[in-house]
């Protein structure tokens, strides 16, 4: 019961944060203007400000927050780690190197280009970047599975840092030796992590690959349950775990992959709100799967909202404040897990 009153309170924290973030913006637009341009289409200038401008932000933090939430709360559920979330053990430092590998060879492109592929009928080049993403995301989560499911807090850290130093060495050696210093700036901010700037194309690329990794990791989540109780007692409960650590393994890298080619690297979400979560529903998997993927709505639209309360003038980026919220949070959990240890 504790479940469903939680999500039905994060949903409608969801709606009015996505509300309020609709009408923040450089543009100086009422609430009934926002209303009539979103609804009815009145006034061309406002109709281009909330549909093409405001609505695909909110929706990109809405979406992304919940693919970050959820796939922080089944890490943390299948490698039975408090630490365990995909920008902290380097899924998607992999992720967005392959996203940066393929932008620079021309096999993807990104931004203004992309609607100009459509109208082309060039589908491939606009589906590159996340799949070139989720390829990154998929070899990180399979070394990090591989290595690091048996092992201690500290050795599963030392493999993520590990994995996460690669991607940004081969990162900046691609951006090293770009042709085009502008391009590689570019890369760079988007590295950054933000949902500003965003069309609907982003909303419509991302979303497939986030709804479907999403829609398995819950479905994972009684077994997830079974192998908190252990990997022997998983198995005798009928749990096939070559099974579920591919379906998980291409799960992570579907969400991750597509979140990471519409928004770049954005941290911690993942790896706070399960722990916000704990203390209200409890542990079990398969109840702090939703909840933390509507967990992780709530706080990256918040994130965002916040990027434009403190610096309108200056673009600040939602990568960059997370990591400014969630990095103090990791220090304190590994302090705590290292007493506990």
């Given at each position: 019961m504790r479940i469903y009153?939680?999500s039905i309170?994060l949903?409608i924290?969801i709606?009015g944060?996505?509300a ?16 009539f341009?979103?609804l009815?289409?009145?006034g061309?200038?406002?109709v281009i ?8 932000r909110?929706m ?6 919940f ?10 559920g299948f ?9 902290v053990?380097g ?5 967005a190197l ?9 096999f ?12 082309k009928?060039r589908?491939?080049?606009?589906f ?6 989720m ?9 990090i ?5 048996s ?5 599963l ?6 994995i ?6 081969f ?7 770009s ?7 570019e890369?760079m ?6 949902v500003a ?7 419509w690329?991302?979303s497939?690959f986030?709804?479907?990794?999403s829609?398995i ?11 908190s ?9 009928g749990v ?6 591919a379906?998980l ?6 969400i991750?992959g ?7 690297a954005?941290?911690f979400v993942?790896?706070?709100v399960p ?5 209200v ?5 398969s109840?702090l ?7 992780g709505?709530a706080l990256?639209t918040?994130?965002?909202i ?9 673009d600040?980026?939602?990568?960059v404040?997370t990591a400014?919220?969630?990095?103090p949070?990791f ?8 007493k506990?240890?």
């Open positions: 009153s939680l309170g949903f924290v709606c944060l996505a309020v973030s609709l009408l923040i913006g450089p543009a100086d637009i009422s609430i009934s203007q926002a209303l341009a979103l009815r289409g009145e061309d200038v406002f400000v909330m549909r093409e401008i405001r609505l695909p909110v990109l933090s809405v979406l992304i927050g693919a970050l939430g959820i796939s922080g709360a089944a890490m943390q490698l039975r780690n408090p630490l365990a979330e995909p920008g053990v899924i998607s430092a992999s992720a392959g996203a940066v590998i393929a932008l620079q060879t021309g993807a492109i990104e931004g203004s280009q992309l609607l100009g592929a459509l109208n009928g589908i491939a080049p606009v590159a970047l996340p799949i070139a993403a390829i990154g995301a998929l070899l990180a989560a399979g070394l599975l591989l290595f690091g499911h092992g201690k807090t500290e050795r850290i030392l493999i993520g840092i590990g996460s130093s690669i991607a940004g060495a990162m900046s050696l691609v951006l090293n030796l042709p085009n210093p502008f391009a590689a700036m890369i901010f988007w590295m950054m992590g933000s700037d965003r069309s609907m194309l982003h909303v690329m991302a497939p986030i709804i479907i990794g829609t990791l819950i479905i994972l989540g009684r077994k997830l349950d079974a192998l109780l252990g990997e022997d007692t998983a198995q005798s409960l096939n775990m070559k099974a579920m650590s379906m393994i291409i799960s992570i890298a579907l991750i597509a979140s990471v080619a519409v928004a770049g954005i941290g993942g790896l706070v722990h916000m979560l704990r203390p529903i409890g542990s079990k998997p109840t799967l939703f909840a933390s993927g509507l967990g709505a990256l918040s994130a965002d916040l990027t434009r309360v403190i610096a309108p003038e200056r600040l980026k939602l990568g404040l400014l919220i969630g990095a949070v220090l304190h959990l590994v302090l705590k897990s290292s506990r240890g």
